[in-house]
């Protein structure tokens, strides 16, 4: 029987518990693309982080869920970056460099902050949603009527695409209850892709936007509690769509309080002269525990 040790981290998040939970496997080079999927089935997590080399990069970072492979993810990027720095695999930079399905990307280890990992997430990109929103509200729970038409309903992506639904007071999130299994229907422009409802109203003071996220029934999960590409998103919309006069803006995006994972990820974005929007999400992590797994 052939084992794997992984590594629970919980990302966004300084206590354990708390944030959204990730699993790690440190040099994955040798396990084949079936034992990763069988690791990360194993491990349960919403997402597990591979580490491989790379000749592109400082690394290459691979992600699966229990049901599928994925091209990025914020969460489970910052869970195994503070495992390789917790094993002292990263010496002293303060960049380094990940190969991913979604491109290489930068990650900035900053010192003395509460948000040490900065990543960048792939170019924004937004797709509208033309379905049915009555079914759409429906499908988690909520009516029409809670749906805030003041926004777009639209596809959006920094390297994983998720659905922006716009809902209009933070009291109906408690209330949520996703039917996971419906959204392939309603989600005909794309149907593999997850649910993330938002709001403008707070729990936190100093967070701008709260949210949840619920999974494609495709990757085997129900709901992720704080989501990182997810949260990238939010920030190119609030800039595209709710403030397209601004240069920049640095917003704490809140969630997973609904699921007793409160946990917090900090969005940087500018906008260049060119009219295009660089997204950063920042972050950091904490380990819980390790563990194997048999994978056949």
Aim: aromatic fraction near 8%; glycine fraction near 8%.
């Amino acid at each position: 029987m052939k084992q794997v040790q992984i590594y629970h981290y919980d990302a966004f998040s300084d206590i354990p518990g708390k944030g959204n939970p990730a699993g790690v496997v440190l040099n994955a080079e040798n396990l084949t693309g079936e034992e990763m999927q069988a690791a990360a089935k194993a491990a349960g997590f919403n997402e597990t982080t591979f580490i491989l080399p790379s000749q592109a990069a400082d690394f290459t970072f691979k992600y699966y869920t229990p049901g599928h492979e994925m091209n990025l993810c914020g969460h489970g990027t910052m869970g195994a970056i503070s495992c390789m720095l917790d094993q002292g695999l990263i010496g002293g930079q303060s960049v380094i460099t990940l190969e991913t399905k979604a491109g290489i990307l930068p990650i900035e280890l900053l010192q003395a902050s509460n948000y040490p990992l900065v990543m960048k997430q792939a170019a924004p990109a937004f797709k509208p949603f033309t379905g049915d929103k009555q079914a759409l509200m429906e499908s988690i729970g909520l009516t029409l009527a809670e749906l805030d038409d003041s926004m777009p309903i639209v596809y959006g992506s920094t390297g994983t695409w998720t659905l922006l639904i716009p809902v209009k007071e933070l009291t109906a999130f408690a209330a949520m209850k996703p039917e996971n299994a419906r959204f392939p229907v309603i989600l005909k422009e794309m149907p593999r892709t997850s649910l993330h409802p938002f709001c403008m109203q707070t729990i936190h003071e100093d967070a701008v936007m709260h949210a949840r996220h619920f999974s494609s029934p495709y990757s085997g999960t129900i709901e992720d509690p704080v989501t990182g590409t997810a949260s990238g998103v939010m920030g190119a919309y609030y800039m595209t769509y709710l403030h397209p006069e601004l240069e920049s803006a640095e917003l704490i995006i809140e969630q997973g309080q609904e699921m007793g994972r409160d946990g917090k990820v900090r969005v940087l974005v500018n906008r260049s002269a060119e009219q295009t929007i660089d997204v950063r999400i920042a972050g950091s992590a904490v380990c819980v525990r390790s563990f194997t797994a048999d994978i056949g």
